[in-house]
């Protein structure tokens, strides 16, 4: 029996969603713990290409059960909408269950995230304005809602006055926009709950079971380390941990469950949205590798903003391996740098003069700088190669040093975006 989480040694957009859908080709349960449709999965396989925001990546094997958590913002059209648009892809009908205490994303999650994003203007986080920041604000305030609050419509009722209460203070005086009465919520709510109903029920006994029965459970993290509240670049943070340690959390199960992290990392690094990036690229450097980064360019899955994007960061994600507990590494997109004659990693950074291996809290981040060492490229086309000894000698020795950086076994490559393109070590 394994149970392995799959999580973000970086940013996010590490391509755990490509490590996912791989690897869930032995799996029997896959689940998402935390956030929302806030992020986005690309993944290529013989179905065709598709951004997956919210479904865990197991849904395109049929035999693979597919888990929303508790810990997961659930946003149910947009749940519904992903769920169809798979349909007409003529999938097989995905094996899915959300949990009965996974939270609601409201329709005044979504405007406060937009209005305070507005409010803030130049001063704005860059959230991909799905609500997810008020709709964790609101579970911690002890304001949400609950998937099963909607099958009890005086409860239903009951919470959303309780929660609408406050917000609509913020919506008259704060945002000078218009108040939002229960009523109005409550029939698409309850609609909402009728069309979800099916798929629900109490995850957490039926993982439990799972693992009783030695099933093969992922736990599909999304966004990266670097995300999390308490151990990332906060307050360019997300609003829920995406650390392996939360996962048994989110998803339910005891925290000794977990035997295998993998912690996925990008050969190179990307940022979406604001906060510090000390490896970042600028101007036609920085162009060169956007274009050619991801599968199509590194341009955000949900919101298609370009990404901010730079060299491997070893101090950034040797710490990211740490705060995940990573048992193992997958290093991803290594055939993206297949175009350059040198391609330096960053080992250190230089906070005012004084040089460190360590990442530093995020005060000190905005003024450190990076000190690079320089290796030499391999200049060809590497997305074929399925094992590690016919890489060309330059790119196992970028691998090779990576792997001494971090600490941490590397024992998955990937080489294209492409199911098959893994290379096992
Ligand atoms: P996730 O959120 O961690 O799953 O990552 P995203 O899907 O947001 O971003 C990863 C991007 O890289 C997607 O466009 C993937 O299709 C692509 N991708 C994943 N692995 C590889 C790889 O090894 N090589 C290349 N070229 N693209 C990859």
């Known amino acids: 029996m394994t149970v392995t989480a799959i999580v973000g040694a970086n940013w996010g957009d590490e391509g755990k969603g490509k490590m996912t859908d791989y690897l869930a080709g032995q ?48 946003n149910i059209p947009a749940f519904l909408k992903e769920l169809d648009q798979l349909r007409q892809h003529g999938l097989p009908e995905p094996a899915i269950r959300i949990s009965n205490r996974a939270q609601v994303i409201l329709p005044y999650h979504l405007l406060l995230d937009a209005y305070e994003e507005a409010r803030l203007g130049d001063q704005q986080f860059g959230s991909t304005k799905q609500g997810i920041a008020p709709f964790y604000a609101d579970k911690y305030l002890k304001l949400g809602l609950q998937v099963a609050d ?30 939002i009465e229960v009523e109005a919520l409550l029939p698409d709510l309850m609609r909402a709950g009728e069309q979800i109903q099916p798929f629900v029920c109490d ?33 360019y943070s997300t609003s829920s941990s995406p650390l392996a340690g939360f996962a048994t959390v989110g998803a339910g199960l005891p925290p000794y469950a977990i035997q295998r992290v993998i912690a996925v990392a990008k050969a190179y690094s990307s940022c979406v949205g604001a906060g510090p990036f000390v490896t970042e690229l600028f101007g036609s450097e920085g162009e060169a590798l956007r274009r050619r980064g ?26 990211g391996c740490q705060v995940q507990g990573a048992t193992e590494v997958a290093l991803t997109l290594l055939d993206v740098l297949g175009y350059l004659d040198e391609i330096p990693i960053c080992t250190a950074y230089d906070v005012d003069g004084s040089i460190t291996e360590q990442f530093p809290e995020p005060a000190a981040l905005d003024r450190a700088r990076p000190i690079f060492e320089r290796w030499p490229g391999w200049r060809c086309d590497i ?17 090779l040093r990576i792997e001494e950086l971090l600490g941490t076994p590397v024992k998955w490559i990937s080489v294209g975006p492409k199911r098959e393109a893994v290379i096992i070590r």
């Open 294 to 319: 991801g599968d199509k360019g590194e341009y955000g899955a949900t919101t298609g903003r370009p990404r901010r994007v730079g060299w491997f960061d070893a101090v950034a994600t040797r710490y």
């Open 383 to 399: 997305s074929e190669i399925r094992r590690f000894e016919q890489l060309p000698r330059n790119a196992q020795t970028y691998v």
């Open 150 to 179: 909607l099958f009890d419509e005086a409860r239903l009722r009951a919470r959303l006055q309780a929660s609408l209460a406050i917000k609509n203070v913020l919506f008259e005086h704060l945002y000078r926009q218009p108040r």
């Open 27 to 74: 799996a029997d349960i896959v689940v998402r713990f935390q956030g929302g449709n806030n992020a986005g999965h690309t993944i290529i396989n013989e179905y065709g290409r598709f951004a997956l925001h919210l479904l865990p990546s197991g849904i395109f094997y049929p035999q693979v059960l597919n888990i929303l958590g508790p810990g997961v913002a659930l």
């Open 203 to 235: 995850t957490v006994s039926l993982l439990h079971t799972a693992l009783a029965q030695d099933k093969q459970i992922l736990l599909e993290g999304q966004l990266g380390a670097l995300r999390d509240p308490d151990h990332g670049i906060y307050p």
